[in-house]
Nanobody, 126 residues
Framework: QVQLVESGGGLVQAGGSLRLSCAAS????????MGWFRQAPGKEREFVAT????????YYADSVKGRFTVSRDNAKNTGYLQMNSLKPEDTAVYFC???????????????????WGQGTQVTVSS
């Protein structure tokens, strides 16, 4: 079992940056791959990025590739999503999720993740 808590959301102007954090507690985070998703009002939860349990491998949705960077510090049991060049269409609640390292690390469907944080709001103004 692992518990996830996101932080770092807020209001930012278009072109700005935010860094989200996902603090994991319970079993050490190195046993888990970590994914980031977002959900805008009236829309389905959307894959953003994923990073393997070791932090060696990562994968991004086309909509954020080149602007967002996913990373993790297993010594701190924390994952990060650095978001640069933010656009109004990035406005959403952002969630981190985790899966056992025994699963594939690059899963992109929300239903395939076992553990979820409560989400943090990111609002990008134009």
């Amino acid at each position: 079992q692992v518990q996830l808590v996101e932080s770092g959301g807020g209001l930012v102007q278009a072109g700005g940056s935010l860094r989200l954090s996902c603090a994991a507690s319970g079993r050490t985070s190195s046993y888990y791959h970590m994914g980031w998703f977002r959900q805008a009002p009236g829309k389905e939860r959307e894959f953003v990025a994923t990073i393997s349990s070791s932090g060696v491998s990562s994968y991004y949705a086309d909509s954020v590739k080149g602007r967002f960077t996913v990373s993790r510090d297993n010594a701190k049991n924390t994952g990060y999503l650095q978001m640069n060049s933010l656009k109004p269409e990035d406005t959403a609640v952002y969630f981190c999720a985790a899966n056992s390292y025994l699963k594939r690390w690059n899963l992109q469907l929300a239903a395939e993740y076992d553990y979820w944080g409560q989400g943090t709001q990111v609002t990008v103004s134009s």
